[in-house]
C-alpha cells in the first residue's frame, strides 16, 4: 500500500516561492500505474486541485494557478515535489500529496486520488 | 471549468439514519465522479469511484450512485464514526474540481 508524506516549510513570506517535497514509500514513483498530484484546502474552505505529473514528466496544472506553479519528478529519491511562486495570503492552506489512481474500462479511464499524504499547513506571512 | 454543486451544507442524523447526499455537475460528465470523506484535521479519504465502485476497504454501507449531470452518494445505516465533511470529485476534465462539501453531523 502506498504511504506519501508532504515535508516542506510551513512559512513562507509573500511574494516568496512555497516549496514543498512528497515522498512516496510502498511503491515506485516510477510505475506507470500511477501518476501523481498535488491539492490544496484553504483554512475553512473546500479542497482545489492544484495539478498533477505523470511519471514520464508530463504535467497537467490548474489554470488559475499555471502561471505560477511548477511539479517534478525525482525518480532517484522516489519523491515528487510542487514549487508555487509569488505566494500571498490566499495561497495560505493546508497541501496534500496524492496517487492518482485508474479505472479503465471500454477504451476510456476514469481518474481518481486513492491515497494521500497527512497534509502540512502552509501560512504565508511576514 | 466544470461547477460541481452539493446539497445540503450540512446535515444531522441519527444513528441508523439512511442519509443521501446529492453532488450536481454543471455539464454532463457521465459517470467521472468521486466522492470522498475527510474526518477532522484529516486528509480526504476515497470512498466511491467512476460513480458508484466501492474503494477497497471502504464499508458496504457506503454506495453511490448517478450518471450525466446528478449524483448521490448514500449511507445506509449510518455510524457514529461517519462524522465527516463528504466531498464529490469530478475527473471528467481538468481542472479537476471539487464540491464544496457536505457536513454530517450525528445527533
Known amino acids: 500500500q502506498l504511504q506519501l508524506q508532504e515535508s516542506g516549510p510551513g512559512l513562507v513570506k509573500p511574494s516568496e516561492t512555497l516549496s514543498l517535497t512528497c515522498t512516496v514509500s510502498?511503491?515506485?514513483?516510477?510505475?506507470?500505474?500511477?501518476?501523481w498530484g498535488w491539492i490544496r484546502q484553504p483554512p475553512g474552505k473546500g479542497l482545489e486541485w492544484i495539478g498533477s505529473?505523470?511519471?514520464?514528466?508530463?504535467?497537467y496544472y490548474n489554470p488559475s494557478l499555471k502561471s505560477r506553479v511548477t511539479i517534478s519528478v525525482d525518480t532517484s529519491k522516489n519523491q515528487f515535489s510542487l514549487k508555487l511562486s509569488s505566494v500571498t495570503a490566499a495561497d495560505t492552506a493546508v497541501y496534500y500529496c496524492?496517487?492518482?489512481?485508474?479505472?479503465?474500462?471500454?477504451?476510456?479511464?476514469?481518474?481518481?486520488?486513492?491515497?494521500w499524504g497527512q497534509g502540512t499547513l502552509v501560512t504565508v506571512s511576514s | 471549468d466544470i461547477q460541481m454543486t452539493q446539497s445540503p451544507s450540512s446535515l444531522s442524523a441519527s444513528v441508523g439514519d439512511r442519509v443521501t447526499i446529492t453532488c450536481r455537475a454543471g455539464q454532463s460528465i457521465s459517470s467521472y465522479l468521486n466522492w470522498y470523506q475527510q474526518k477532522p484535521g484529516k486528509a480526504p479519504k476515497l470512498l466511491i469511484y467512476?460513480?458508484?465502485s466501492l474503494q477497497s476497504g471502504v464499508p458496504s454501507r457506503f454506495s453511490g450512485s448517478g450518471s450525466g449531470t446528478d449524483f448521490t452518494l448514500t449511507i445506509s445505516s449510518l455510524q457514529p464514526e461517519d462524522l465527516a465533511t463528504y466531498s464529490c470529485q469530478q475527473s471528467y476534465s481538468t481542472p479537476y474540481t471539487f464540491g464544496q462539501g457536505t457536513k454530517l453531523e450525528i445527533k
Open positions: 510502498g511503491g515506485s514513483i516510477s510505475s506507470s500505474s500511477y501518476y
Open positions: 467512476a460513480a458508484s
Open positions: 496524492a496517487s492518482v489512481g485508474s479505472y479503465c474500462s471500454g477504451g476510456s479511464c476514469k481518474y481518481y486520488f486513492d491515497y
Open positions: 505529473i505523470y511519471y514520464s514528466g508530463s504535467t
